[in-house]
């Protein structure tokens, strides 16, 4: 018998949807909202996200949650009997276990209301293009504006029982890369008449990998990474066009912003050597996740006293998160969960512990509880 929110969890996992098309998952979270004693609660949904303000007894602020909900394009490799429903889609950055991480801590404080108010935000697209952005300008943001906001994010590679957190900078700066090159196609036997897009975009990955190691200062770490490359019609055909879609992280702006600088010289470059066309759309970018020093400090003091959660004063990561754009305006933080995994986030095989959802969601209704009351 596994408790309510790892059942909730598994029927969250089997139905991954990317971001903005949560509409199953927007109904589940909805109906399990239903479910609940009505009375101290708001709700407002937007696009596919939704908002669950519950009334405090007596407020003098508003602290809220986050979680998002949104699945990856990536085909689910495991044999688990609640694996994905979803042909070509998985909860494989671990949103099954923020969605049912915040359903139980928002069920402890409507059985449990304390004196300020909670607002929970279940919030979609943050694998891309990026809701916390649009959802923080959001009537429904506005009118319930918190004054503090927390999230977490699984950690594979922490035991179970484990947090990991630092104060300040926490995730790096994104932004997406897609690269289109459109050259001249021909028969694959007259290489000589046509402009092979195939070998270009081969020759630009290797290049754009010498910016990380020539162009960027060592001490300030940045990442290119090119997760796709597509080209070409069939084997005996020289490619007309190629695209690379990847994503750049840096630990500072001024890295982000000489990285781009660099691959739009390198694709001009392109454009001469292999006389093609090209262009550069950066798609979705994300700001940092800075994490307030105060209330990161804070919450650390706590866990160290007032839980049996061992905890990890960790590095920086190169991952990003879009919930970077709401820290950025109100003061909060987001931790690491370890949840041990042999396989990492975005990995066809990820199988997170399942007994790090109770754990998280008594630390997080004992924290918010203390927090919320004083
Ligand atoms: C926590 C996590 O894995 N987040 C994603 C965010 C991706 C943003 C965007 N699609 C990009 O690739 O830049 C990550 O890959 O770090």
Redesign the pocket.
């Known amino acids: 018998m596994v408790s309510p929110f790892v059942s909730i969890r598994r029927d969250l996992h089997k139905i991954p949807e990317l971001g903005f098309q949560e509409f199953k998952t927007q109904q589940y979270l909805l109906n399990y909202i239903a479910s609940l004693p009505q009375e101290r609660l708001e709700i407002q949904t937007w696009k596919t996200g939704i908002f669950v303000k519950i009334n405090g007894l007596q407020p003098t602020k508003t602290i809220a949650y986050r979680a998002d909900i949104d699945g990856l394009p990536i085909h689910e490799e495991t044999e688990l009997p609640y694996r994905s429903q979803h042909e070509g889609k998985m909860h494989a950055?671990g949103h099954d276990f923020h969605m049912s991480i915040a359903l139980g801590v928002l069920t402890h404080f409507v059985h449990h209301p304390i004196r300020d108010d909670l607002l929970f935000i279940f919030q979609p697209a943050?694998?891309?293009p990026g809701g916390a952005l649009p959802m923080l300008q959001s009537e429904p943001m506005q009118q319930w504006r918190p004054d503090m906001i927390i999230a977490l994010?699984i950690a594979p590679e922490y035991p179970v029982g484990t947090i990991a957190i630092k104060a300040g900078l926490l995730?790096a700066n994104?932004?997406?890369l897609f690269i289109d090159l459109k050259g001249k196609g021909g028969h694959a036997a007259f290489p000589h008449l046509a402009n092979d897009m195939v070998v270009a975009a081969c020759a630009l990955v290797t290049q754009l990998q010498s910016i990380v190691a020539r162009n960027v200062d060592p001490l300030d770490s940045a990442v290119i990474t090119i997760g796709k490359i597509s080209g070409g019609t069939v084997q005996n055909v020289i490619a007309e066009n190629a695209r690379l879609e990847g994503?750049?992280r840096t630990l500072s702006a001024e890295s982000m912003k000489k990285v781009k600088e660099r691959i739009e010289s390198l694709v001009k470059g392109m454009e001469i050597a292999y006389q093609c066309e090209a262009s550069i759309d950066y798609?979705?970018m994300?700001y940092q996740v800075y994490n307030n020093e105060k209330l990161t400090k804070e919450f650390m003091t706590f866990v160290q006293q007032h839980s049996d959660i061992h905890m990890i004063e960790c590095r920086e990561a190169m991952?990003?998160?879009?919930f970077g754009y709401m820290l950025a305006e109100i003061p909060g933080f987001m931790f690491w969960l370890g949840v041990e995994s042999e396989y990492g986030?975005?990995h066809a095989k990820l199988n997170p512990n399942e007994l790090a959802i109770d754990q998280a969601i008594s630390l997080l209704a004992s924290y918010i509880g203390w927090k919320g009351n004083n």
């Open positions: 950055c943050e694998e891309g994010h995730f994104t932004s997406e994503t750049i798609g979705s994300y991952t990003g998160e879009d986030l975005h």
